[in-house]
């Protein structure tokens, strides 16, 4: 089997690129980075990609007039380095057919809820206003959309009473990293297949083959201490 060749797109912290590099490093993901590409400049995720020895490369998109001249530019650097798949791992540029058309269903985001709730950014924040009793992550192919396209898997995570923004956002990474190397490793394992609509209006289906695309569940909301009586 060959290895899948991935493109990462960051623009900030890169822990998500961290977890794939990892997984790749212990076996446990059967690929290559090809590149790693961030909009800014001061991405902490690039000095990840560089540690582990993968090409980068910055591409800021205040260099370009349109949104599509951008999209043009990443599509080409993704190409010439061989990628197949690209992931978007915290990357906060929302993407147009001038990109989408370069990677057909080929574009995977890891989103910080579970979709379609609280789209777009600070989803942990958005959860905890709503007081949500489970939120989660999930992993979706992207679409035109922001945080709309067909989901892949979802984990799901209890959110507890004395949650603030960031122990909520912490726990929900331990998960987003699993979530998105397990995907990564079934499209490696070629088990992913799209099924395209048959009737107008309706959405792309993702299938798995052989494997249940939910992780976590909400095993922590039942473990609470027993009340004290009296
Ligand atoms: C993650 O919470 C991801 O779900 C969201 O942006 C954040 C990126 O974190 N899309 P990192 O840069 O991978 O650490």
Not at 1 to 29: H, T
Not at 170 to 177: D, G, I, N, T
Request: charged share 25%.
């Amino acid at each position: 089997m060959s290895k899948l060749d991935l493109g990462v797109l960051i623009s900030g912290r890169g822990s998500n690129l961290q977890a794939i590099l990892d997984a790749i490093e212990s076996g446990k993901l059967d690929a290559r980075v090809r590149l790693v590409i961030s909009n800014k400049k001061k991405a902490a995720g690039l000095e990840r990609a560089r540690d582990a020895g993968v090409p980068t490369s910055v591409i800021p998109h205040k260099d370009f007039a349109q949104r599509e001249d951008f999209d043009r530019a990443l599509v080409k650097e993704l190409r010439d380095a061989g990628v197949a798949w690209v992931v978007l791992a915290g990357f906060m540029r929302i993407l147009t057919p001038a990109f989408l058309d370069g990677f057909p269903h080929r574009v995977v985001n890891i989103h910080p809820a579970l979709c379609p709730a609280f789209p777009g950014v600070d989803a942990q924040a958005q959860a905890l206003a709503y007081g949500v009793r489970v939120t989660g992550c999930t992993v979706h192919l992207v679409d035109q959309g922001v945080d709309t396209g067909p989901i892949l898997a979802q984990a799901a995570v209890a959110v507890r009473d004395d949650d603030t923004r960031e122990s909520l956002a912490h726990r929900l990474l331990v998960y987003e990293h699993r979530l998105l190397v397990t995907v990564l490793q079934w499209i490696a394992e070629d088990r992913v297949s799209i099924e395209q609509p048959s009737e107008q209006g309706e959405r792309p289906r993702v299938r798995v083959r052989g494997v249940v695309p939910v992780i976590g569940l909400a095993e922590e909301a039942v473990r609470a201490e027993p009340a004290r009586r009296g």
